[in-house]
């Protein structure tokens, strides 16, 4: 069976984190991008990449600057905003020499990439959504709304609990402790995850994000597959519903018994949902 490797690259000032796994076979296939997000990181598609690879794809997935194992500038080199992240992306996708791929992005943070794809179309091939906030009814779930607040922001995420909270709580499934542990671990390590995470979350801009991806993906005419777990407590379906019938090339998928997560809470039927996709002619 494929497995997905560890990578460090040094990228300007930082050092990324990433996960991939090499195809196996055929080598003709776009790379796929996997973005995850919050408070997640790369291990979120530990899953998905081996089963990509199986079928002949490239897959990587980083850890965004600030999360995982990638570094953790103070934001007075990084601002945290989306546009510092999508300039980092793009360093980040230049240093891998990646020109053109999929992209698979979930989450609040996982939207950066989709105004990347808005901002560089001429290099994404097709786009895979997973519950994320992509039109302006989103709102930013109290659960992550708080790491964000002045004070109690500082205090709850400095908590390597607030992982278990937030991923347990976006779809009501127990994740492992071993998984857990590899959650946890940045926010064990130094108080630098929890003020990345502080700064992410105030910086989010999620009404200027969602009116980007609104309007922006109404001349999107690469195929696009939203896959959306229906138990999702946070970003209802019926948001995917409403923008798959406002954009030229979308299809819907409804994953059942699933929730904010897709990729933690039930990883195969988002590959199974992602390999169909990606194969279509």
């Known amino acids: 069976m494929a497995t997905s490797d560890e990578n460090w690259i040094e990228v300007g000032s930082w050092t990324w984190f990433y996960r991939q796994a090499e195809p196996i076979g055929r080598t003709d296939r776009s790379p796929v991008l996997l973005l995850h997000g919050l408070p997640s990181q790369s291990y979120s598609w530990r899953e998905v990449l081996p089963a990509l690879s199986a079928q ?115 779809g009501g499934y127990r994740v492992e402790d071993d998984d857990l542990d590899v959650y946890r671990r940045p926010f064990l390590k ?43 407590p946070w970003l209802p379906v019926v948001m995917a519903q409403n923008f798959v019938r406002s954009i030229p090339a979308g299809e819907l998928t409804e994953l059942e018994e699933v929730g904010h997560y897709p990729q933690e809470d039930w990883h195969e039927k988002v590959t199974a949902a992602l390999l169909q996709f990606l194969r279509q002619q």
Do not use: C
């Not at 910086?203 to 777990?229: D, H, M, R, Y």
């Open 56 to 170: 002949g794809f490239w897959a990587i997935a980083p850890d965004w600057l600030g999360f995982g194992f990638s570094a953790k500038p103070d934001r007075r080199e990084f601002a945290y905003t989306p546009d510092a992240f999508i300039a980092a992306l793009e360093d980040f996708l230049t240093a891998l020499k990646i020109e053109r791929f999929s992209l698979v992005v979930q989450g609040f943070l996982g939207t950066v990439g989709l105004q990347y794809a808005l901002r560089h179309p001429e290099q994404v091939e097709r786009v895979m959504i997973l519950n994320a906030p992509i039109t302006s009814v989103a709102k930013l779930p109290w659960k992550i709304q708080q790491l964000g607040m002045p004070l109690l922001g500082d205090v709850l995420t400095q908590d390597p609990l607030l992982v278990d909270r937030t991923l347990e709580g976006g």
């Open 190 to 232: 130094s108080s630098d995850a929890g003020r990345s995470l502080l700064a992410t979350v105030q910086n989010l801009q999620l009404k200027q994000i969602t009116a980007e991806i609104e309007s922006g993906f109404l001349q999107w005419t690469q195929p696009v597959l939203v896959a959306w777990g229906i138990r999702d």
